[in-house]
């Protein structure tokens, strides 16, 4: 690994930890506000909740024609280059634009709420829940902002302090709303609020990172936007497909699938985020990609490299997950959401096509400056899925809609791959892919055969026993199929030694592999 190339992963490694702690301790602390409030609620309730913000989600992909990924892009290129007043005014430009559109369109959808209810819901009795969670595009179009920010100034301990704020919030209000009887309306209110007080911490911290820069460049507002939009322009186009086929699932849900379907299937989504907080870190590959050049070994290297560690950990999570989606189910949210471990199954299915690179290559092709490769890529799950969720949750309710997800991801999956030989000429490793799922499913197998012998009577039991087991085989397993070997240990130690809660984290698992890796 070159010198150059290995200060770009350390650098992006020391975000991709911060995002990680970050997520991770955000999800733990949704995870238990999620199952307050889904337990107090229940399945109808919990649907209803989930409903109330389908239309201001719906807003939110409007509003940002490729504005926050040329934020972070371009601070990150500009701060690189040594060029602060540049990436100074990149970020006010985009703050401007942001608080702009975001204050139009909550304004807009407040008056509009009642005819978005009725004609898009199908549900004319939320209109008053709907003209509540309209606030919410204000706050989370900020907080979308601060997160672009924090990415492009490799800050990303600002990352991990909104999330957690945000979660920390929405934790403590939403159930204390709800027992206070304000019901549904009462987690609306609370899911707003912790955003809003994210937002504020949010800035506080900004701000003080804003004035370290210097004076911003005299470029003027829309020489800076026409260059942002330009460049991320696709990016928008493809995002704006993404939350129209999100939402239009949804609708589809709304017209063909009870109050306590779409509450189960909400469940399942929040539970993806299990597997979800293992990819959220390697999100801070978009900056490190803009770094090394087209054609060079380098980017054959990092896409390697990042490919085969997303899977190492994702891989075997989806494999688990499926496995024990009962568990996960029953654990968190009750046995009332009796449809949600089958819907879980399949919904975390598309996770395993991590190990073809799913996970990296929109921050890839981003990051290089290819965004209309991502749109096309978006533009064939779109086409794939609009039909497809329709005819199938008509006939097969939530299920139909789950396998409309698979099969337009997988052709989705196969235009990113043949972009990347076509575009970039890059070369796969299909063995080590190979290997990872292989022992992916091999570890699974105990847990099957012995599922009487691994059995305790409460779900979190169960849940912690069969969890520990399962990944015991999966490293053990590892360093003997020669899946991981001493070169991949030397850049894992290197990746953690600056950070001493990852080394503290590793170091065993990192020793114990070494260990194994001797003996055969």
């Known amino acids: 690994m070159s010198e150059n190339l290995s200060n770009i992963i350390e650098e992006s490694a020391r975000g991709g930890f911060f995002l990680f702690i970050g997520y991770f301790m955000s999800l733990v602390i949704l995870a238990l506000g999620s199952m307050i409030v889904g337990r107090l609620l229940g399945p109808e309730g919990f649907g209803i909740f989930s409903l109330a913000f389908v239309v201001p989600t719906l807003i939110l992909g409007f509003l940002d024609p490729g504005v926050g990924a040329a934020l972070t892009r371009y601070t990150a290129k500009y701060r690189t280059e040594k060029k602060l007043d540049f990436a100074k005014s990149i970020l006010r430009t985009g703050l401007l634009y942001k608080v702009t559109v975001s204050t139009i369109a909550t304004i807009s959808c407040i008056i509009f709420s009642d005819n978005f209810a009725t004609i898009l819901l199908n549900r004319p009795e939320l209109g008053n829940i709907v003209k509540i969670a309209s606030i919410i595009i204000f706050f989370q179009t900020i907080f979308n902002y601060l997160g672009e920010a924090f990415s492009g100034l490799d800050r990303m301990e600002g990352n991990a302090l909104i999330l957690n704020i945000e979660a920390v919030a929405k934790t403590f209000l939403s159930p204390i709303l709800i027992v206070l009887g304000l019901g549904v309306i009462g987690a609306v209110i609370g899911h707003i609020a912790s955003y809003a007080v994210a937002v504020v911490v949010g800035i506080i911290f900004f701000i003080k990172v804003y004035n370290m820069m210097g004076n911003p460049a005299e470029n003027s507002f829309l020489d800076n936007i026409k260059m942002m939009i330009s460049y991320g322009f696709p990016l928008y186009a493809a995002n704006f497909l993404n939350t129209i086929s999100s939402q239009f699932q949804i609708l589809v849900l709304a017209y063909f699938a009870s109050n306590s379907e779409i509450g189960n299937f909400y469940v399942a989504a929040r539970l993806l985020a299990l597997v979800g907080v293992l990819a959220y870190p390697f999100s801070a590959l978009f900056p490190a990609f803009s770094k090394v050049k087209i054609g060079s070994k380098e980017l054959q290297t990092l896409f390697k490299l990042s490919t085969k560690y997303t899977s190492l950990a994702i891989v075997p999570a989806t494999v688990l997950v499926m496995a024990l989606s009962k568990d996960v189910v029953y654990a968190f949210y009750g046995r009332s959401y009796t449809l949600a471990p089958e819907y879980l199954t399949l919904y975390v299915l598309t996770n395993l096509y991590a190990g073809f690179g799913a996970i990296i290559f929109g921050h890839m092709f981003n990051g290089l400056g290819y ?150």
């Not at 749109?375 to 939530?398: A, D, E, Q």
């Not at 099969?407 to 070369?427: E, F, G, M, R």
């Not at 070997?485 to 950070?499: A, F, M, S």
């Open 371 to 520: 965004t209309r490769v991502s749109f096309y890529s978006t533009l064939v799950n779109f086409i794939t899925f609009i039909p497809l969720v329709y005819i199938l949750t008509s006939k097969y309710s939530v299920l139909g809609t789950l396998y409309a997800i698979i099969i337009s991801q997988t052709l989705s999956l196969a235009y990113n791959i043949w972009a990347s030989k076509k575009v970039l000429n890059l070369k796969f490793e299909t063995i080590s892919s190979a290997k990872i799922y292989l022992i992916s499913f091999i570890a699974v197998i105990p847990l099957i055969l012995f599922s009487n012998i691994l059995y305790f009577p409460y779900w979190i039991i169960n849940l912690i026993v069969r969890g520990t087991t399962y990944f015991i085989i999966y490293l053990t397993l590892l360093p003997l199929s020669k899946t991981i070997t001493e070169y991949d240990l030397e850049n894992i130690e290197t990746l953690v030694k600056r950070h001493r809660l990852f080394k503290t984290i590793m170091g065993p698992i990192i020793k114990y592999e070494r260990i194994l890796a001797k003996i055969y």
